[in-house]
């Protein structure tokens, strides 16, 4: 019923920044937690960042905390991903997710997903 779409993924040279951005179609988003994710081509879905709905918690995997940051304009019912010093491995298809419950690591609303990639 949400529907989700990104914009801002492209080429970047290793070390650069780029941030997404996640627009939503429903005031109502703004009370789910909201995700970013990734698929790696040759690994499985990856979970990159989460939000709460009143923007005071996140969560960040491992590999991408201290470089990304993830934010939230409920006003605009959109969703950012300030990702900084990229790396190779970022290189993904990056999906916004709505209503994403962290606990069972489930994703109800998808977006069409945008493409990263980074260059040596």
């Known amino acids: 019923q949400v529907q989700l779409v990104e914009s801002g993924g492209g080429l970047v040279q290793a070390g650069g920044s780029l941030t997404l951005s996640c627009a939503a179609s429903?005031?109502?988003?703004?009370?789910?937690?909201m995700a970013w994710v990734r698929q790696v081509p040759a690994k499985e879905l990856e979970f990159v960042a989460a939000?709460?709905?009143?923007?005071?918690?996140?969560y960040y995997a491992d590999s991408v905390k201290g470089r990304f940051t993830i934010s939230r304009d409920n006003a605009k019912n959109t969703v950012y991903l300030q990702m900084n010093s990229l790396k190779p491995e970022d290189t993904a298809v990056y999906y916004c997710?709505?209503?994403?419950?962290?606990?069972?690591?489930?994703?109800?609303?998808w977006g069409q997903g945008t493409q990263v990639t980074v260059s040596s």
């Open positions: 429903e005031r109502t988003s703004s009370r789910h937690t």
């Open positions: 997710n709505a209503d994403a419950r962290l606990v069972t690591k489930t994703y109800v609303y």
């Open positions: 939000i709460n709905w009143s923007g005071v918690s996140t």
